[in-house]
């Protein structure tokens, strides 16, 4: 398949690679175009333009946030507007309820299909074609770009034929994420400030009550202390639990977890750790701990 691949961050980067591996043509575009000479190497061809990559059915984004996505996908250089009809825009990026919604509306009305498939997993899952995709849309289009999902992903979740539902499934799960961070971060300060070693207290939690990847990944992550070089930054994190709130809200529903999450995020931003890893928001619970 012909494929346009938009945005080669931590994420996007390994998964261009994946597609390359499984055999698709690739032409990839970002903004900074270091990272599309390093894909090159790999066999891509090199875009100049947002324009340069909507010449096949299939154009992939995987970008930072709302901002980003509607930078190269409206306007007269857009996906939107360069994109032929019939042609298919896979948004893989964690993106909010309402863009999705304005996307979809926006492609239909271009002819061009619109599948929403926001990724579980962090990078080193996205390097090794293990990621979970979250996907919604059109049957006709999901069965068409089935095989890219096969080649970035070990299983693929279709939620329903509405786009936005798969962007509102992955920005609950990061909530969750985000709970599990913090409370793994509490709990941790409390038996160290008494002496107990984080890391042989993480190995006991997931040997026994909390054998979950995300309680191992973290877990080794906060009792390491190790929020550098940040595989998901904490500026992204403030960002998916805002756009969870925000959906919240919409749909009339309290998260008061999610509201005391923004605030744990917005201190550490205040601090300078933007850039951290976004499970860096347990620095805040040893600090309150006087550790
Ligand atoms: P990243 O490393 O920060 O990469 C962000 C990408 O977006 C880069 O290609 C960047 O271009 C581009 N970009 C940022 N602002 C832009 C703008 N205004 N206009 C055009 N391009 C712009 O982020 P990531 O970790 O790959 O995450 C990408 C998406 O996947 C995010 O929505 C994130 O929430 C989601 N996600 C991340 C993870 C994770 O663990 N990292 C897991 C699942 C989902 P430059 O190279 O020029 O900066």
Redesign the pocket.
């Known amino acids: 398949m012909h494929i346009g691949f938009i945005?080669?961050?931590?994420?996007?980067s390994g998964m261009a690679a994946n597609l390359l591996k499984a055999g698709h043509a690739v032409t990839a575009y970002?903004?900074?175009p270091a990272?599309v000479a390093a894909l090159a190497q790999q066999g891509a061809t090199p875009a100049r333009t947002v324009a340069d990559t909507c010449r096949g059915d299939v154009v992939q984004t995987?970008?930072?946030?709302d901002?980003?996505v509607e930078?190269?996908a409206f306007g007269p250089d857009g996906i939107v507007a360069s994109l032929p009809p019939g042609g298919t825009h896979i948004s893989?990026?964690?993106?909010s309820v309402a863009l999705a919604q304005r996307l979809t509306a926006a492609h239909a009305e271009a002819g061009q299909s619109y599948i929403a498939a926001?990724?579980?997993?962090?990078?080193d899952a996205?390097a090794a074609a293990k990621l979970f995709v979250i996907a919604a849309g059109a049957p006709a289009a999901l069965n068409l770009v089935s095989p890219l999902f096969d080649a970035i992903g070990q299983r693929t979740f279709v939620v329903s034929e509405q786009p936005y539902t798969a962007n509102l499934v992955k920005l609950s799960g990061n909530f969750l994420l985000a709970t599990v961070i913090e409370s793994l971060g509490e709990a941790i300060a409390l038996v160290e400030k008494a002496g107990v070693d984080p890391a042989g207290y993480v190995d006991i939690l997931t040997s026994t009550l909390f054998n979950a990847p995300a309680y191992a990944t973290y877990g080794d992550l906060i009792a390491r202390k190790s929020f550098e070089p940040a595989?998901?930054?904490a500026t992204?994190g403030l960002?998916?639990v805002r756009l969870a709130l925000q959906a919240a809200e919409e749909l009339t529903v309290p998260l008061p977890l999610g509201s005391l999450l923004r605030d744990r995020f917005l201190a550490l931003l205040a601090n300078g750790g933007g850039q951290l890893d976004w499970s860096a928001i347990t620095t805040l619970a040893g600090r309150d701990a006087g550790l």
């Open positions: 945005g080669l961050g931590n994420m996007g970002n903004r900074s990272k995987m970008l930072a946030d901002e980003a930078n190269v893989s990026s964690t993106i926001p990724v579980f997993g962090r990078p996205a595989g998901f930054a992204l960002k998916d």
